[in-house]
């Protein structure tokens, strides 16, 4: 795997917070977490890119935190994904069935969204189909991160769903991520090594805690693992599945228990910090950050 020979910086905004990494090759040199005003972050998107990236700005400079190759996670707010299975289709049409199917089983999501796609192998193929992982992300959610970093005065390099981040940073082949923030969680279905289904629950109320952002959790984790199940035949779910911690509010004490309550005893385990981690890196806070250094390209 390829990693950044210079130093580099991955950033996210959740939790209230913009959590800053930088590093160089495998090796973290630095991480911050800098508080952010709710007023201009709402379901982990921001609502206000010229105040947060005067923000992000100050903090570069304070920081001595490179302002070139900045990579970003986004938070899977409005975002869908659909593994297709489609005739095998010769020369360049591809593209077109899938904006064509995309467009069919998401409604709208064509015109207010960017599609990607990519052909995979998930074990399920038929000789005469084949199996493409379809992408959509609202367009705003994008453009709001653009302009924030040319606020900041940062060159972003590269940009990716926080779902896909944390299925990169855990690395297992079947697992339910659940990365947990006071403002909303992070719900990771990963299926044959595929986030087969994400979720981003927010936390609406006008002043977000721990406490609410539990009770939603709590309250949706089951019911989301039951629907993937429910609605993908195919599934590697079972009920020796486990659960994979990460965010902040891992750092209550009884999170595994909780989790291991509200959905029928279900294993809970930690990340394993790799051996490249400093002994002290927080690494649940800043899975994410982790999940886009360990990205090989850009």
């Not at 800053?20 to 952010?36: A, M, V």
């Not at 994904?81 to 591809?94: A, M, N």
């Not at 899938?98 to 064509?110: I, T």
């Not at 750092?251 to 490249?276: H, I, N, Y």
Request: hydrophobic share 40%; proline share 7%.
């Amino acid at each position: 795997m390829a990693f950044f020979n210079s130093r580099a910086m991955a950033f996210t905004i959740e939790g209230l917070s913009l959590r800053i990494l930088t590093f160089s090759g495998r090796k973290i040199e630095n991480w911050y977490s800098i508080p952010l005003n709710p007023n201009f972050v709402k379901d982990g998107l921001v609502v206000s890119p010229d105040v947060v990236g005067k923000v992000i700005s100050e903090a570069v400079q304070e920081k001595g935190v490179p302002r070139n190759g900045a990579i970003a996670a986004l938070p899977s707010t409005g975002a869908a994904s659909q593994v297709l299975s489609l005739p095998k289709i010769k020369g360049g049409k591809l593209g077109d069935v899938v904006v064509r199917e995309v467009k069919r089983l998401m409604p709208g999501a064509v015109d207010v969204d960017y599609v990607y796609w990519q052909q995979i192998d998930n074990g399920i193929a038929k000789s005469n189909k084949q199996s493409v992982y379809a992408l959509a992300v609202p367009k705003n959610s994008v453009i709001s991160i653009v302009e924030t970093c040319g606020t900041a005065g940062i060159k972003l390099k590269g940009l990716e769903l926080r779902p896909f981040a944390l299925a990169r940073a855990v690395n297992c082949r079947s697992g339910i991520i659940v990365h947990g923030e006071v403002d909303g969680s992070e719900i990771v279905v990963v299926d044959n090594s595929i986030p087969g289904l994400f979720r981003n629950i927010p936390v609406k109320d006008a002043n977000p805690s721990a406490e609410v952002a539990w009770q939603n959790l709590i309250r949706e984790l089951p019911f989301t693992i039951d629907y993937y199940n429910r609605t993908h035949h195919e599934s590697s779910i079972t009920a020796e599945t486990p659960i994979y911690l990460s965010g902040a509010l891992t750092l209550d004490p009884e999170a595994s228990a909780k989790l291991a309550q509200a959905t029928g005893g279900r294993k809970v385990e930690r990340v394993e910090p790799p051996p490249w981690c400093p002994e002290n890196f927080p690494l649940e806070e800043y899975l994410v950050n982790v999940g886009l250094m360990l990205k090989g390209k850009w």
